[in-house]
Each structure stands twice: as structure tokens, then as C-alpha cells.
């Protein structure tokens, strides 16, 4: 094998940064260009956020909602509007000043979220208790102005899909902002094989202008957590700012409960820390754009290019197959698509062909197994289940071994140095101790989970009486 | 019929660009906001674009292109790097000049179009006659200055799709050119009853930084034409500004030919103009995303709404179906779903679920007819076709009807301005003519037609010899 076909790449728990790095680069999801803090998605990369985004486009159309698109800019005045919204957004976001030759009378934000665009337009559109509910969603490009930025995790840009919805109750909009949680959840623990925590941010944490978020927390392999989805119950905080009112179905003139909820590109990033190895990327096989790698074994023999196209004809229609059929050596394909974390290889050479049977190697745990071609398709389908089980059953492994709990900051500063990952500890509400801990220990309160549990009666960081858990953790 | 149901629409031939703003409002495809020059696209007109781009993603991926995602910013030293594409740009693009409370030392246009980052991508990747050819293709916001702006005709803002490609040979990047605009000739006719005129572009209407550009020009209802797609040789001027250089066959350096090319959301206000009439839009069978709504009659008898939902489950795997069974006046539904141009309409009651039949309203021609249930699908299937026939031939006839042979100057000026329309006519090559034309007339050059055609020997418009026939247009 020549010297220029070996990618290799710095080891995991050797600096899981650099690792990071040179899976997003050597697997091809990604390239840098000269625009600071942005990335260039290639096509692998992308194929994989296509196949993501038509799982949860079809979940977001399936609920009953309807895609539109806003205006990328935003003008200044139309985003102070919520002031806890600007707020929150103001220090990150670009401004364009110019259109051409000419300067603009009010500068125009590059849309860091859109609830104050989708807030003018609900104004619009919103009359009548008959209009509502209204369950918008956008896929869309947004901007913040990061300082310092990591492929996937943090860009300047990234693509998402933005949900924001109107409705008559606040009840009702509390359940959309519970139902669009659990869409995320199902989604990221079906098809990603990431399990995650679902729970409630602290006020400190919550979206700028939300009355609650709801957040869903992962961990990743190094024991760092990534907020992996957001619900936000907005209340009538928007609604007010923008005037939406409607009357009621007693003729009353109501302000909407609002929700916005949000799901990016990010998500790639948790999926590559969460099943990634030492040899590269894992994508679960629901994800993956392909499934099942062809790879002829001895493919200058007579016949084997013929039974491996043969193969590939045979199996496009049930699973996403590619082939490999180019001059590079077998070892050299073997390292690349173990890079690219395809679930499957299919090995096909002349002695399978005399023996009709084709040799199946799994990217997850690198066994391999002999199959007859008589029952390839059941046996790929089997083989694909167990690999998507597996990712998630090892991912769900990793977090309770890397999750503790801890009674008091002793113990919280001990166990999240030595275990890292989740901490489960008391906190009393304030939030003083929520800006301790962080300071001290570099942990945010990721959330409050659903699941209710009571390791103690104290909160960990100041003693006092203490009713909500938390876990805490250290989060990209 | 309440009066607040009513919405009434300006004449088509009363006043066209008032028509065509009722139209893209009051059948819900769009709304106004405080960004100027920019739109929201509303559910109604965002799940026609969803199906024009899922109908052009599958052709660009059939052929053998691969989606990705270039940033939204573009430096202002690389968008430099070019000089005719910079020329040609400068003076519509929008600069980001900070981010957060920072002035940027350098400023970011906002992508207008995406050469210059696929030029310094492709520089990274390609190496050797192996990694060619790439074709890349990404679906993207775009921004233009543009001062006199239309919903989907002109706006700040506008989806597209922008094609990049890299050859070995010049050749290979001509056969690029014509086969992309092929596959938008084909989507226009096909699927948006469209029908072309395909061929190449003057010097002078060239796109910025292109050896030449195809185009496919369209003729509305009023006459204007309008550029519906262009596909662009790029020849080796940005692989010479980037340095993006392969190893040929024959181990000698050689620069790579390129191509690209673009389709927009302007394509539903052709669809618009040409196809709709004083009640509104009509939208083709095979882009609707309704393609028959169900209207109950008499839907407070019993038996009217099982029967008309009953149809609905029935038709729904065949066709994109959708039921009205709120408590408006059927009147008030049928004006409805005219105005947003939904190709057939069924109705459904008591005499209907007696006589085994429904009735179907065609959208086009406003006929009726009466249908067994016994041939429901095959009956509808058929209509589909119809409707999809019928729009595109009277298109067509409409732009024969309104294509001139000019022969000198006067005639030209005559035709434009009673027949209005395209306007054959010979000319020099010399573009001065071309911008006298222009000037007096209001016409631009749309394009060199393919399909050759000599109806003079002396330029129409300063009497020299002349090889070249143009078609001429007022355009939008």
C-alpha cells in the first residue's frame, strides 16, 4: 500500500480535539475555506445532513406543520423589539451597513433566530381563534458571530430547521413545546443512536425571550455534554412585543401562546464524538448515506467485477449501496470507508463466487461473517439492526458509566475531574450557586430532567435546602 | 356568500402588475414584511417551490451531481480575485462590516453567487485528471442589492440552486452547459407547462466571468420575456484566478474547464404570468401541491362528509388530495381554490352519493363533468394530463401568437409596441446596435437561438450584412 493512501489520524484519548479535527477533515464531511469561522460541508458531510433533515422533515410534517421562509436580514429596529431577546442576541450578531456603493439608513442583522420576523408576520395573518393554531417551521441558514469555532459544534453559520408556533391556551402551547421535545428525542435515539437526557433549562440557560426551554443533553465520548435540541414555551412575551392578538371563541381579544424550537447541523458534531473510534467516523446505519460498501476482492479475475456489479444491482433497491471498483488496493478501501464509518463492507472475490457466498464486515466491532447468497438481503437487514442496537446500547453504556452523583462541591469538583461526564447533584434554585459551580468547576447546569429523581435534601454547592436535580456536566 | 369572503382581483389586461400582486397575496404565496425588497414565502407558495425542488434535485442528482454548502459570506479580497465577475457584481452586493460591537478589518459581501468559494474549494481538492470531473451542486439563499424589487421576480433575497463543475477539457465543460439547461428546458415544459426557447446569450448579456452563457427564455401573458435558467461555460478564467490545476493524462499541468449554472424561485413568477387569468392562479397538475380539492355539498346531510373523507383516504395514495370541510359557503370554497389555482376541483353530495358519481370542475377550461366512482382514479388520472397538456399547448400557441419577424428598424418598433412579444430579427454582431435597440426600444437581447434561422441578410437595425438571428423582448 503506497505511503500517500494512509490517512492517519492522532488518537482519541490522546487529544480528542485533534482527533475531532481530523476525522471531520479525512472522512470528507468537511473543508475549511478563507471565511473565518465557517465550513465548507462536502458532499459526504452533506449527504448525511440531507438524510437527517428528511427524517425530521418528515416528523415536523407528520405533526401537522407547515414549511415556509423568512427573510434572512433582519432590520435593528425590528429585532429590539423583545428585550430580552436583543439582549441575548445582540453581542453575536453581523451587520450589514451596505448595499452596494450605498450606505443603509438602519443597519440589517443577518438573522441570528427569526421569532421577531415570525412575530410581524403572526401579526399579519392572526385574527381569529379560526386562524390558530398556526405550526410554521423553516430550514434555513442563521449566524452568530462566534469568537471561537469547531466544525459542526460551533460555526459562524450553520443550518437548522426553526419551528415557531401560535396557539389559542397556554397549555396548548405547552404541549407542542413537550411533543416537538419528544420529535427530537425519538429522532436522536432512533435513527442517530444518541440517548439523551430530556429536561428543563435553568432561567440562567434559557432561550432570550422564552418563559421555559426544554433541552435534550448527549454526551460525548471525551465525558463533555451537547445540547442537542431546543424547545422553547414562549408565553406571550413575543405576542406582545408584535401585537399578535386574536379573539377569542368568546369574542375576547387574546394575545397567542407562542413556541419556537430549533435542530442543527450540531448534530453531525454529537453523532462523530458519540460513535467515533480510533479508525475514524461510525455513522449508524439509519443515517448513513451508505449502508453497504462493495469492495471485489482480486477484482483483474474474470468474473468478479461482473458478480460485484451483479451484487450491487441486486441490493440498491432494499439498502444504500455503493461500490468500489477503482485501481486502489483492497487494504487502501478498507481504511477509507472504515474512515468514513460505513456501516457495512461487502468482500467479493473468486473464491466467493465458486462458494456462492460473499464475506460481511461490521464497522462497529469488525467482525466478520460468511454469508450465503441465498439469504444476503435478510442477512444485511439483520446485520444493519444489530449495528444501528449496538451504537446505542454502547453510547447508553458510556453515559451511565460516566455519570455520577455527588452530595457535596468536594465531591462534585472530584468526580467531574476523575469520571468527567454527568454530575447529578441537589441545587437549591439560586442562582448564585449555579454561577459558583461554573466558575469553579467549569460545569453548567445542563438541565432539570423529567425523569424527577432526589440523591440528597442539600443543594451541592451551598447546603441549603434543595427539591430539583441537576445534571450537571462540562458541554461543548 | 358573506362579503368578507370575497376577494376580488384587478384584471389581467386592466393592469398586469397590479393583477400579479393580488395574485401572489391573495392566493397566500406570499407576504410583504419590513425587510425591504425581500418576501415571505407562506406555506402555499413554499410547498410549490418544495416540489419544483424536489423534481430538479432528483434530475441533478440522475445526473450524477452531488449536493454541498458553501458560507453564506464571501471575503471582499477573494471576491476580487476574479476581475469581470467582481466588475459584474460589486454593484449589488450586501457587506457584513461587523459582528457584534466589532468593526471587521476586512468586510464579507453576502453571497450574491458562489464561484469565487467553489474556485478556492476546488483549488484544495483537485490534483489529478482522477478527481475529475467534480460536480457540485448547492441549494442556497442568495442576496442582490437590487433597487426596484417583485415577489420571486426580483427580491434582495432568492432561493436557487447553483450548479459548479470542473473538467478535464473544454469540450467535456461544453457538453456540461448544454446537458444542465437541458434539464431545466425539460423541468419548464414537463413539469411547469413552460415551454422554452433555448439558446445562448450575447457577449453583452453574458454572465460576469463566463466564456458564454446558455439561457432559457419564456414569454409571460403580457408579452415581457422573461430568462427562466442559465447554464455557463466558464471556460478556464476562474481556474487561472484560483490556480486550480490538475495533472492531465499525459502528466502535464493543466487548468480545468468549468461550468456553472442557475435555476430560482423567479420560476414561480413565471408560472404565475403565464399561465394565470382573472381568478387567479393556475397552477400545472404535475407542480400543484394540491392537485384536486374535495368540496362537500350539502355537508350538514347525512352521509355527505363520510362520503366526501371516504374519497379522500380512497385518492390519497394516487393523488395530492385535500378535503374543505370547515363551515364556508361552497361558493366561497370554489372562488378560493380558484384564486390558488388548484387544477381540479371535486364536488361531493347527497344527488352525487345516490348516483354513484361525483362531479370534477377542471381549473383551466372551467368545465365539468360528471364521474362514475366506478373510474374515479383513472378519470382523474386522465384529467391530470389534460391540464398539464392543455396549460403548455396554450402557452405555446400564446407565444407563437406573439412572435414577430422584424425586417427594419420601424417594423421593429411597430411590433413591439402593438403585438408586443419576442421579435425575431437579424444582427451584425456589433453591440452597438445591440445597446441602440436597447436604448430606443426598451428591447434587450434574449438570446441566439439554438434552432438557426435566417429571415434577412442585413442587421434590423443598421442595415449591415448579418448572420445572426436574435430574439428580442421586452423583459422582466
Redesign the interface.
Known sequence: MGKEFVKSITGMDEDFAQWYTDVVTKAELI?Y???RG??????YG??L??NIKDELDNRIKETGH??????????ES?LQREKDHIEGF?????????????ELQE??C?RPTSEV?FG??YK??IHSYRDLPKL?NQW??V?R?EKTTRPFLRT??F?WQEGHTCHETDEEAHEETVKMLDVYAELCENILAIPVIKGQKTEKEKFAGAKYTYTIESLMHDGKALQSGTSHHLGDGFAKAFGIQFSDREGNLQYVQQTSWGFTTRIIGAMIMVHGDDRGLVIPPKAAPTQLMIVPIAQHKEGVLDFAYGLKDRLAGSFRVGIDASDKKPGWKFNEYEMKGIPLRLEAGPRDIEQNQVIIARRDTGEKVTVSLDELESKIAKLLDEVQNNLFYKALKHREEKTSVALNFEEFSEKLNTNKGFIKAMWCGDQTCEDKIKEETGATSRCIPFEEEKVAAECVCCGKEAEQLIYWARAY
Open positions: 473543508d475555506s478563507s471565511v465557517s465550513m465548507i460541508i462536502r458532499p452533506y449527504a445532513w440531507e407547515e414549511n415556509v421562509y423568512m427573510p434572512l436580514f433582519i432590520p425590528l445582540a453581542p453575536e450578531v453581523a451587520w450589514v451597513t451596505h448595499g452596494g456603493d450605498e443597519r440589517l443577518v420576523l410581524e408576520h399579519n395573518i410554521y434555513a441558514n449566524v458571530w459562524l453559520e443550518l
